[in-house]
Every structure is written in C-alpha cells, then in structure tokens.
Nanobody, 131 residues
C-alpha cells in the first residue's frame, strides 16, 4: 500500500522560502505512476488545492477564489524519480500561505484541484509565515 510522507515545513518570515518534500515510503511503488497533488488547510477553512504534477509531469497550479497572492509564479512543483519524491518549492511566502500542507496521490494519473480525486494522503506538515 502506498504511503506518503511530507517534510520541510517550518516557520519562515514573509518573503522567505521553503521546500516541501513528499516521499513515497513503500518499496516497489513508484510515485511516477501517480498524479501527486499538494493541498493546504488553514484553521477554520476547507482544504484547498495548491499544485499538482501529473504522471506525465504536466504541472498545474491552483488559486483559491479568496487568495490575495497567486501561487502561480511563486510555487513550483517538481518530481525526482530517482528519489521517489515530489517537491513543492515555495518562494515569496506570505502570511496567508500559513497552513498545514498535505501531499496526496491521485486516483488517476491526471491532476485535479479537488481533494475527492485523491485516495492516499500524507500526514501533513505545518507551514507558518510570520514576522
């Protein structure tokens, strides 16, 4: 059974950067066969899609309707097949980016912004942007 482990969260000042990692922890199951999505959930808010990389390495970025700062141009999703890891590089972080960030493996190889299309989730990693 595929398991996902996130890491890389922490406390950063506004304008700073973090790189989150999502690693598949089950031997023999490669993340290459899955779309891997990144989601975040702030207290009192619904879980929202942030970015995704498909099985064919097509990348997608999603902005919430209420977002002040677009993730497009600030966040970059990438895959390292040798390390069985998907990364989310986050630059120019703002306080509204503060949330628990989750990675998830899709039910298909294609991306979606909806959490309903993802079957396997990691435990989450906290990102706090504050001065």
């Amino acid at each position: 059974q595929l398991q996902l482990v996130e890491s890389g969260g922490g406390l950063v000042q506004p304008g700073g950067s973090l790189r989150l990692s999502c690693t598949g922890s089950t031997s023999g199951l490669s993340l290459n066969y899955y779309a891997i999505g990144w989601f975040r959930q702030a207290p009192g808010k619904e879980r929202e899609g942030v970015s995704c990389i498909s099985y064919s390495d097509k990348t997608s970025y999603y902005d919430a309707f209420t977002s002040t700062y677009s993730v497009k141009g600030r966040f970059t999703v990438s895959r390292d097949s040798d390390k069985n890891t998907v990364y989310l590089q986050m630059n120019s972080l703002q306080p509204e980016d503060s949330a628990v960030y989750y990675c998830a493996a899709g039910n298909t190889g294609d991306c979606s912004a909806s959490p309903n299309f993802y079957a396997t989730w990691g435990q989450g990693t906290q990102v706090t942007v504050s001065s």
